[in-house]
């Protein structure tokens, strides 16, 4: 028997055991009650900590304060039941339950498949020094990439530098690879010179976060690893998104957060800026009424929206893990809509309501009654003309990663309990 049927009667046996121990401790009324405090608590938790976000001075200091008294008042009232050690115990059921259910609902890694990388002569790397709190500089990756025989470009000047005329005027001297050792928004740039001259890219993760290095299962800790790729390497064709025209390899947000991130006063104070902008975003006269539109659907008025290029995980509330795959020649899409403290609560259960919607695409338009409304493409915080129109280029990006790669663990896979009634069945001989 396989170790998935396993993982599946685990998960069954443990979340029937999470619905039987309140049973057995209290008897089904007392369960019943149990369920219902325990609900309220969060329900309350949940409301409060929306309106904590919506509204200003006293209502929302009141607010807090009832965020965090809801769940005393529920480990209070089980105390005093002498209940606790039965939520405990159930709670626990549960905990085992969700970590068998996703051991038997994970399947094997599926990469991106290899190719073979042609020797390249004149690679032209541009580095950021002040990416990454000086990444380039502590990894020596300058005098590493040199040694390789590769051109380097250092962006150490005091005025900003146009990378993609940089790009185009090294690809007109005859290089035949371009790298960045930088951030995303860096990398995407360079990588539209790339795709548009067919020649592979090589990513560097000299940057803060480097989402798309750890997709590309690169190691983050240590960028200079990724040099590897120009003596033994291998090509990943994978897809390039694209905004207004723009490339992106990440995400493009718009809505709440791209209207936050905009905000000069951001960098300097981001929780002060947080809090005084979000009442007017959520529900007051500073929001930007956005309008999705699909080939088949149509999202009116979200305030959050994330266009990706291919689909993130969908095992978290906002689907924001990580990519498995980046060759699926979809974009991955994810809209979130919460005009109420009840639409706050109905978001805890995910899929069953209209306040958070996922779906793929291969083109993705958003209208909005402005002009021009602020963007956040690959970290970076953009004015984009509306409407704004995403697209993608399935295999337009011949990325060049080392042979030898870090394995990260896929994305977990999101519950589904038919299926592991399914799994759980005994093997048909």
């Not at 480990?75 to 709670?91: G, S």
């Not at 493009?252 to 960098?267: H, L, T």
């Not at 291969?362 to 021009?372: F, G, K, N, W």
Request: net charge positive; hydrophobic share 50%.
């Amino acid at each position: 028997m396989s170790a998935h049927r396993w993982f599946a009667r685990a998960a069954l046996l443990c979340a029937l055991a999470a619905a039987a121990t309140p049973v057995a401790a209290a008897g089904v009324r007392g369960a019943t009650a149990l369920l219902a405090v325990g609900a309220c608590g969060v329900a309350v938790t949940v409301a409060a900590l929306y309106w904590a976000l919506t509204r200003r001075g006293v209502l929302r200091a009141a607010a807090v304060g009832a965020a965090v008294a809801a769940p005393i008042v529920v480990v209070v009232v089980f105390v005093r039941a002498h209940l606790l050690w039965v939520v405990l115990l159930a709670a626990g059921f549960a905990v085992l339950a969700l970590l068998a259910a996703r051991a038997a609902l994970r399947r094997p890694h599926d990469p991106v498949l290899e190719h073979l990388a042609p020797d390249v002569e004149r690679p032209f790397l541009i580095m950021n020094p002040r990416s990454g709190g000086g990444k380039v500089t502590k990894f020596d990756l300058r005098r590493r990439a040199e040694a390789l025989g590769a051109e380097v470009a250092l962006l150490d000047g005091p005025e900003p530098v146009d990378v993609v005329e940089l790009a185009r005027a090294a690809v007109a001297r005859g290089a035949d690879l371009l790298g960045v050792a930088g951030g995303d928004g860096t990398q995407a740039l360079v990588a539209g010179v790339a795709a548009e001259h067919g020649l592979p890219f090589l990513v560097l993760s000299a940057g803060t976060r480097n989402h798309f290095a750890m997709d590309l299962g690169l190691d983050r800790a240590d960028p200079a690893a990724g040099l590897a790729a120009l003596t033994d390497g291998v090509e990943l064709h994978i897809d390039l998104a694209r905004i207004n025209g723009r490339p992106f390899v990440n995400n493009a947000s718009f809505g709440v957060y791209a209207q936050i991130v905009e905000d000069p006063a951001y960098r300097d104070d981001k929780t002060r800026t947080v809090l005084a902008r979000l009442p007017d975003l959520l529900t007051g006269p500073d929001r930007t009424r956005l309008t999705v539109r699909l080939p088949d659907t149509e999202i009116t008025g979200p305030q959050a929206i994330l266009v990706s290029n291919n689909p993130y995980g969908s095992s978290d509330l906002a689907g924001l893990s990580r990519r498995d795959r980046l060759d699926r020649g979809v974009l991955g899409l994810v809209t979130v809509t919460v005009a109420s403290a009840g639409a706050a609560i109905g978001l805890l259960r995910r899929t069953r309501t209209r306040g958070l919607t996922r779906g793929l695409a291969t083109t993705v338009t958003v209208e909005s009654d402005a002009p021009r409304i602020p963007v956040g493409v690959d970290g970076e915080s953009l004015l984009l003309d509306t409407p704004v129109h995403c697209t993608i280029e399935p295999g337009a990006l011949r990325v060049r990663v080392p042979r030898t790669r870090v394995w990260h663990r896929p994305a977990e896979p999101a519950v589904d309990w038919v299926r592991l009634l399914e799994l759980a069945k005994p093997a048909v001989l």
